[in-house]
């Protein structure tokens, strides 16, 4: 950065024909001026200056390199507004990545309309189900469904992920409702294969104040969070299902909530984002719109009251 003062120094001396008025134009001391323009002059072994007590002009070695820098200064002068513009307009690329299950039923709509009210932005949405560092994947803003992600990003909490077990009213009406946890092993149920394990992941119940984890055989096993929640509408099985696929479902009368007593928490939903003093608008217009629309939002989880037996289903917010 020095060495680009000095030959900006150099450069509007060269042009205003004196020093002086090269340090009022740069905002700095004469004595400053002078020093630049003689450090510059000791680093490339040359003098660029012709210098009297009243004139100021430029030496052959000093009019070849005005040639030279001019042209470079003026590409790095309007890059360096460009950047400044990002600060006051909504616009340019916006890099998001988040995991393909909230994709289509939590994500996707707000996107949306982000795109629609912001039309400038450029959307760039990376849907991956492993875990996005957002300096390694140059993405200005993740989302996470679980524990809070670590790496120093700043995570805010949106809504909690709760785990219930679900099934179609035409499925009860044929097989039955289970009654208790171990009742689930007569049943038919669904499975959710994870992306980055290849395993079929553990059903996850509250007993108490403790978390327990059962494996639970499946006789329709997917790897896509949307298709399980399919099978379960369609009545293939019961499926535990992630509060955020199946809320709006219950709330209808679609699929109906069992063994509510044992809904578990499995973390939250989180948007996450580096230092906000680093962001340009767009990012931060974004952030604010997300957390705004998701926060605390209804549509994603159950009340408690929600869960209890024979409580009629609510609508949304």
């Excluded at 060495?3 to 450069?11: L, Y």
């Excluded at 939590?106 to 492993?130: G, S």
Aim: aromatic share 8%; net charge neutral; with cysteine.
């Amino acid at each position: 950065m020095n060495g680009i003062r000095a030959i900006t120094v150099f450069v509007r001396a060269a042009t205003l024909g004196s020093l002086r008025s090269a340090a009022i134009d740069q905002g700095i001391s004469p004595q400053a001026a002078s020093h630049a323009v003689i450090q510059l002059e000791k680093d490339l072994g040359v003098r660029l200056f012709h210098r009297t007590t009243r004139k100021l002009s430029l030496t052959e070695e000093g009019q070849r390199l005005l040639d030279s820098v001019k042209p470079a200064l003026a590409t790095l002068s309007s890059a360096l507004d460009d950047a400044r513009r990002s600060t006051e307009d909504v616009g340019g690329v916006l890099r998001v990545s988040a995991p393909r299950a909230l994709g289509l039923p939590v994500l996707w709509p707000y996107f949306e309309e982000f795109q629609k009210r912001y039309p400038n932005v450029h959307l760039d949405v990376q849907f991956d189900d492993q875990f996005t560092d957002l300096v390694t994947d140059r993405a200005d803003v993740g989302f996470r469904g679980g524990p809070p992600p670590s790496g120093g990003s700043i995570a805010r909490r949106l809504v909690p992920i709760q785990l219930i077990v679900c099934a179609s009213p035409e499925y009860i009406e044929r097989h039955g409702a289970p009654q208790t946890i171990d009742d689930l092993a007569q049943h038919r149920c669904t499975g959710y294969r994870r992306a980055n394990t290849g395993k079929l992941a553990q059903w996850e119940f509250r007993i108490g104040d403790e978390i327990v984890h059962r494996d639970v055989p499946a006789v329709v096993c997917v790897n896509d969070t949307e298709m399980e929640t399919q099978a379960v509408l369609t009545g293939l099985g019961i499926g535990q299902l992630a509060s955020f696929n199946a809320t709006t479902h219950i709330r209808s009368g679609r699929l109906v909530p069992l063994l509510t007593d044992h809904v578990s928490e499995y973390g939250m939903i989180y948007i996450y984002y580096g230092h906000r003093t680093e962001q340009s608008l767009r990012v931060k217009t974004f952030i604010d719109f997300m957390v705004e629309r998701m926060a605390g939002n209804r549509d994603f989880f159950l009340d408690p009251r929600e869960l209890l037996p024979g409580r009629p289903p609510k609508r949304g917010r």
